[in-house]
């Protein structure tokens, strides 16, 4: 039998694995376990050899980072995963055997009809039906269906353009290094190491492509928007049209979104759904110029919506900005608040 959350009682403290430990999301996750008094009893953590000899702190103690392997699971109670989704679908099946619940930020299970795909404030009921393993959708994907959702509820959205501008932390840790080494070496005169993470220098550039072109000549990143939002928001027939760009900024995604709604809908009617939504933020004050930044948005947990207006050829849709943190809601996060929900399924008896 698969040891799960359900199992357990209300008031345990749960042993918890952070595996890539190491990486961008990782560190963040490790972060908010401790900010957001995750009830941990015992906490390890787990990346590649690479980082053997690096720690991780946890309430003040440090940790040495221990190297994965097939038995890094005995005794644990809840895995948060973040690794390239070619170890994730190695070791994450292997957890959930052991007894653990893991949640899984790569996208190798994401569009698994047995693994739950879960935005908490979108559809955390989907979080009852795991079976060991649970999703964490893609950074682009998470921060725009928790601004769509209060809308489809009133208005029921039929189509989404939407254009990204996805910060190079989205590409982990050497995406940031490649952004910084590359200034830093124009800055000095020095000629740039190439491009590793990016496919063309991103400093002064805004690539349109983000991960590889898949079919139809869209990236897999865009075909990532277009089946998880479909799964998370349980709708196959919303039309979502997708263009990602990588542009040199540190952190937080910005998305221009436009929707078509089967209602009309009014920018009063969606600032009011939004302003009562949650997980969302409206800054929308165009005359005191202020709307969602990315700077701004650094190390925050809401959506942030703004610039929200009409489509003045259409009664039925309207345009809007939003940005949020990738690293927080658009991953670790958004994946601590699944690990908590599970912990409020857990009936009150062992
Ligand atoms: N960055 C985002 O905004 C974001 C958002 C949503 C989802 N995600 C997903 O989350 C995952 C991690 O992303 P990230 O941005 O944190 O990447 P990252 O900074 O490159 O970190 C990757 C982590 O995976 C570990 N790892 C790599 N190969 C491993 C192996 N063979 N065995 C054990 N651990 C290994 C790394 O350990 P070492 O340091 O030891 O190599 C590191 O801890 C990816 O699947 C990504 O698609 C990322």
């Known amino acids: 039998m698969i040891h799960t959350l359900e199992t357990m009682g209300v008031g345990d403290v749960k042993n918890v694995a952070v595996v890539g430990a190491s990486g961008a999301v990782g560190e963040v996750m490790t972060k908010l376990l401790e900010e957001r ?5 015992s906490i390890k953590f787990l990346a590649s050899e690479r980082s053997a000899g690096k720690t991780a702190t946890f309430r003040g103690e440090r940790f040495q980072i221990e190297p994965l392997n097939d038995d890094s699971f005995a005794g644990i109670d809840i895995v ?14 292997i957890a959930a055997r052991a007894g653990a619940v893991v949640v ?3 996208s190798a299970f994401r569009m698994d009809p047995d693994v739950p795909l879960v935005v908490p404030e979108v559809n955390p009921e989907a979080i009852a039906e795991h079976k060991g393993i649970i999703a964490n959708p893609n950074c682009s994907t998470i921060q725009m269906v928790v601004a769509l959702k209060p809308i489809h509820d009133q208005f029921k959205i039929k189509r989404v353009i939407v254009s990204t501008y996805q910060s190079v932390s989205g590409a982990g840790q050497k995406g940031v290094y490649e952004l910084k080494s590359r200034l830093e070496a124009a800055l000095a005169g020095r000629s740039a190491p190439a ?6 220098p991103i400093e002064g550039n805004c690539i349109p492509q983000i ?3 898949a079919a139809e000549g869209y990236t897999k990143e865009e075909w990532k928007m277009i089946n998880e939002t479909r799964k998370i928001m349980g709708d196959d027939s919303i039309e979502v049209c997708p263009t990602c760009v990588r542009v040199p900024v540190p952190a937080s995604h910005s998305e ?8 009309p809908i009014s920018p009063r009617a969606a600032r009011d759904l939004w302003t009562r939504a949650p997980g969302v933020a409206v800054i929308d004050d165009p005359a005191d110029k202020r709307y969602p930044l990315a700077a701004d948005a650094e190390h925050r947990d809401e959506v942030f919506v703004g610039r929200i207006r009409a489509d003045l050829n259409n ?15 658009g991953a670790a996060l958004n994946a601590v608040q699944i690990a908590e929900e599970l912990l409020k399924l ?5």
Not at 256 to 263: A, F, G, L, V
Not at 315 to 329: I, S
Not at 346 to 350: C, F, G
Request: charged fraction near 20%.
């Open 37 to 41: 008094g995750f009830p941990v009893g």
């Open 80 to 93: 948060l995963s973040s690794t390239p989704a070619s170890i994730s679908r190695h070791f994450s099946p």
């Open 104 to 106: 899984d930020n790569s």
């Open 195 to 200: 491009p590793v993470k990016f496919p063309h």
């Open 211 to 213: 991960d590889d072109f």
């Open 256 to 263: 221009s979104i436009w929707i078509e709604t089967e209602k």
């Open 315 to 329: 009664p039925r849709a309207l345009l809007f900005w939003c940005v949020g943190d990738n690293l927080r809601k």
């Open 346 to 350: 857990a009936p009150a008896k062992v």
